[in-house]
Nanobody, 123 residues
Framework: QVQLVETGGGLVQAGGSLRLSCAAS????????MGWFRQGSGKEREFVAR????????YYADSVKGRFTISRDNAKNTVYLQMNSLKPEDSAVYYC????????????????WGQGTQVTVSS
């Protein structure tokens, strides 16, 4: 089991940037696939990005590719989501999650979730 706490959400204008952080505690952080998901109002939770660690270990949803960057610092047990060129449709609660399934991108494969952090992008 791993505990996850997200920080860094907030209100930003369209075109702006935010960086989300997710601090993990518990089991060995480096062994997990770490993912970011989001859930907009009235929508299902959707995959944003994941990192399995190592070279070429990242994967993104098409909707954020080229704008968002996931990264991890295993020494700090932290995963980040740098979000640039934000759009109003990026507004959602963003969740950090950990999976023991290598390369997982579907929410059902993640069994450790943070509490979420709200991101609101104004037009």
């Amino acid at each position: 089991q791993v505990q996850l706490v997200e920080t860094g959400g907030g209100l930003v204008q369209a075109g702006g940037s935010l960086r989300l952080s997710c601090a993990a505690s518990g089991r060995t952080f480096s062994s997990f696939t770490m993912g970011w998901f989001r859930q907009g109002s009235g929508k299902e939770r959707e995959f944003v990005a994941r990192d399995i660690g190592g070279v070429s270990g990242t994967y993104y949803a098409d909707s954020v590719k080229g704008r968002f960057t996931i990264s991890r610092d295993n020494a700090k047990n932290t995963v980040y989501l740098q979000m640039n060129s934000l759009k109003p449709e990026d507004s959602a609660v963003y969740y950090c999650a950990a999976s023991t399934i290598w390369g997982a991108s579907a929410p059902r494969y993640y069994n450790n979730w943070g509490q979420g952090t709200q991101v609101t992008v104004s037009s």
